[in-house]
């Protein structure tokens, strides 16, 4: 026969067995929320390195095609003044030219007007 002390006994066993699993869920619960909270302290961070890594490139390769901009107006412009040269429309190439053409106009017409007065 079972006694009272036993019963009892069992209602306590019962007890701390369900006990022990309501503090296993507990547990359980907890520990999947400092994992899902690492796995975002995690991701957040990682994330943070991915920005600031990605504003890193950007900055470099904004400098570098500014300084192939720099480098290719500067090209252009050296091929347009050449360009500009070789077709005599270079600005102080003009000057000069239209200095040197007045200087033979005025011989040439020097040289006229002594001609025409030797005949």
């Given at each position: 026969?079972?006694?009272?002390?036993?019963?009892?006994?069992?209602?306590?066993?019962?007890?701390?067995?369900?006990?022990?699993?309501?503090?296993?869920?507990?547990?359980?619960?907890?520990?999947?929320?400092?994992?899902?909270?690492?796995?975002?302290?995690?991701?957040?961070?990682?994330?943070?390195?991915?920005?600031?890594?990605?504003?890193s490139k950007g900055e470099t390769l904004e400098t570098e095609?500014?300084?192939?901009?720099?480098?290719?107006?500067?090209?252009?412009?050296?091929?347009?003044?050449?360009?500009?040269?070789?077709?005599?429309?270079?600005?102080?190439?003009?000057?000069?030219?239209?200095?040197?053409?007045?200087?033979?106009?005025?011989?040439?017409?020097?040289?006229?007007?002594?001609?025409?007065?030797n005949k």
């Open positions: 026969m079972t006694t009272k002390d036993d019963i009892k006994n069992k209602i306590n066993e019962a007890e701390d067995f369900a006990r022990k699993i309501w503090l296993a869920g507990l547990g359980a619960y907890g520990k999947s929320i400092d994992e899902a909270q690492g796995q975002y302290e995690k991701l957040t961070t990682e994330a943070s390195k991915m920005f600031n890594d990605l504003v095609a500014k300084d192939k901009f720099k480098e290719t107006t500067s090209e252009v412009e050296t091929r347009v003044s050449e360009v500009r040269k070789k077709l005599g429309l270079d600005a102080d190439d003009t000057d000069q030219r239209i200095d040197e053409l007045s200087a033979k106009i005025d011989a040439l017409t020097e040289a006229v007007a002594k001609l025409a007065a």
